[in-house]
T-cell receptor, first 114, second 112 residues
Framework: EAGVVQSPRYKIIEKKQPVAFWCNPI?????LYWYLQNLGQGPELLIR????????DSQLPKDRFSAERLKGVDSTLKIQPAELGDSAVYLC????????????FGPGTRLTVL | AQSVAQPEDQVNVAEGNPLTVKCTYS??????LFWYVQYPNRGLQFLLK??????LVKGSYGFEAEFNKSQTSFHLKKPSALVSDSALYFC??????????FGRGTSLIVHP
């Protein structure tokens, strides 16, 4: 069974530039999560999807961040414009059972904003 | 609001010795508790979970965790540590919000 796929693995951009991250969850997983992980910290939830509906996006900085999950499968997280403080690892995870089930994480995208 | 505390930034243990990584939690209602492991430049990998039932939960790679409701703890344990167990370990709690909250992580270092 293929795991959660994320791309790119690494991204270096200048501040004020846009950037996008892509995630392909495990087949059949209805719940998809985007997390931000800073160095030395645990993952912090940005947004959670149930199928194509964003059911929790309270932690997403909506002035610059946006996300979509078309057809309830793949998802894209976008930052526009990027700021220096956005440098972090962006993790995608999927689950077959929201909340009570284990999550399967992708390898993450390490973003560096210069 | 739910929260998780991992009081130790780092745990050092000799190979072959038992290990314990501590976790305490706060949540309204019945907790759903998880342990994940993260190797360098990798995503988190599920180890085990407690939803209900026996307080001692067995998981992957010989790890187990003990749920203690009175102490609101969910410590991760392994009887005999391996050098390959060296990694970052995260405890997470979920509750009625269905959104798991992760701890800051504990770096486990197993010395040969």
């Amino acid at each position: 069974e293929a795991g959660v796929v994320q791309s790119p693995r690494y991204k270096i951009i200048e501040k004020k530039q846009p950037v996008a991250f892509w995630c392909n969850p495990i087949s059949g997983h209805n719940t998809l999560y985007w997390y931000l992980q800073n160095l030395g910290q645990g993952p912090e939830l940005l947004i959670r999807y149930e199928n194509e509906e964003a059911v929790d996006d309270s932690q997403l900085p909506k002035d610059r961040f946006s996300a979509e999950r078309l057809k309830g499968v793949d998802s894209t997280l976008k930052i526009q414009p990027a700021e220096l403080g956005d440098s972090a690892v962006y993790l995608c995870a999927s689950s077959s059972t929201s909340g009570r089930g284990e999550q399967f994480f992708g390898p993450g995208t390490r973003l560096t904003v210069l | 609001a739910q929260s998780v505390a991992q009081p130790e930034d780092q745990v050092n243990v000799a190979e072959g010795n038992p290990l314990t990584v501590k976790c305490t939690y706060s949540v309204s209602g019945n907790p759903y508790l998880f342990w994940y492991v993260q190797y360098p430049n990798r995503g988190l990998q599920f180890l085990l979970k407690y939803i209900t039932g026996d307080n001692l939960v067995k998981g992957s790679y010989g790890f187990e965790a003990e749920f203690n409701k009175s102490q609101t703890s969910f410590h991760l344990k392994k009887p005999s540590a391996l050098v390959s167990d060296s990694a970052l370990y995260f405890c997470a709690v979920g509750g009625g919000s269905y959104i798991p909250t992760f701890g800051r992580g504990t770096s486990l270092i197993v010395h040969p």
